[in-house]
């Protein structure tokens, strides 16, 4: 699985002029499910992401989590995560998880943060979203279970 995780002062997500999620300070968090992608890899992510220390101290140290500030998560899911740009100009995509695979695990991603002890607000898988957010710090971190 492909995240991109990103601090935020504060996130939401509209679908047809509908907010379908928002948060305060907390984490913007795009994920890919890719073919061949399980559970496991989503367990592994979920939790990751949950300890993750990119929080600011009373030092001003990025030593704390979403858990230790009392803060959430919005996950977003996001197939052009997959994208391939090796060839040409057009991305590919084709490395992404079918529909339904992506569906489920991105649920279950979802699910697993939630698990976790951290508020989440989610988007609507294939959708066509609209993803507004104020970046903290600026703060952003690619994670790849493949790495």
């Known amino acids: 699985m492909r995240a991109l995780i990103q601090r935020v002062s504060e996130a939401s997500v509209t679908v047809d002029g509908d907010v379908l999620g928002s948060i305060n300070a907390g984490l913007l968090i795009l994920i890919c499910a890719m073919q061949g992608d399980t559970e496991a890899q989503a367990d592994k992510l979920a939790a990751k992401i949950a300890k993750l220390r990119i929080f600011k101290d009373e030092d001003g140290r990025m030593n704390r989590s979403v858990a230790d500030i009392g803060g959430s998560a919005l996950v977003i899911s996001q197939f052009t995560l997959a994208a391939d740009t090796s060839r040409g100009n057009r991305p590919g995509f084709s ?7 992506g569906n489920r695990l991105y649920d279950y991603f979802a699910d697993q943060v939630t698990a976790q002890g951290i508020p989440v607000a989610k988007g609507r898988f294939g959708a066509d979203m609209k993803v507004q957010l104020l970046n903290d710090g600026p703060v952003t971190i690619w994670m790849d279970t493949e790495d």
């Not at 490395?95 to 695979?101: H, I, K, M, Q």
């Open 95 to 101: 490395s992404a998880a079918a529909p339904e695979d």
